[in-house]
Nanobody, 122 residues
Framework: QVQLVESGGGLVQAGGSLRLSCAVSGRTFNTNTMAWFRQAPGKERDFVAVSSQSGSITFYADSVKGRFTISRDNANNTVYLQMNSLKPDDTAIYYC???????????????WGQGTQVTVSS
């Protein structure tokens, strides 16, 4: 079993930055692809970013490319999402996910955190 716990969400003004963290326990961290998704009220859960097991390969949704960076610390079983130049449209609950596939849909991932709220004010 894998447990994921997100932290780092909060309220920030447009143009500001936040860094989300996701601590992973219960399984060898570096065997998992790690990803971030987000879900705004009334909308589906959308892909944000993914990192390969080693962290050497990453991919981003077009909406966040150039502003967000996913990284991972395999020694400390943690994945991060650095979010810069935040916009009100980035407001959502952000979830980290772990799985075996390097995918961009929620169905590619087996384990999920509880989510952390990010609110960007205009």
């Amino acid at each position: 079993q894998v447990q994921l716990v997100e932290s780092g969400g909060g309220l920030v003004q447009a143009g500001g930055s936040l860094r989300l963290s996701c601590a992973v326990s219960g399984r060898t961290f570096n065997t998992n692809t790690m990803a971030w998704f987000r879900q705004a009220p009334g909308k589906e859960r959308d892909f944000v970013a993914v990192s390969s097991q080693s962290g050497s390969i990453t991919f981003y949704a077009d909406s966040v490319k150039g502003r967000f960076t996913i990284s991972r610390d395999n020694a400390n079983n943690t994945v991060y999402l650095q979010m810069n130049s935040l916009k009100p449209d980035d407001t959502a609950i952000y979830y980290c996910a772990a799985g075996r596939l390097y995918g961009r849909t929620q169905y590619d991932y087996d384990y999920w955190g509880q989510g952390t709220q990010v609110t960007v004010s205009s």
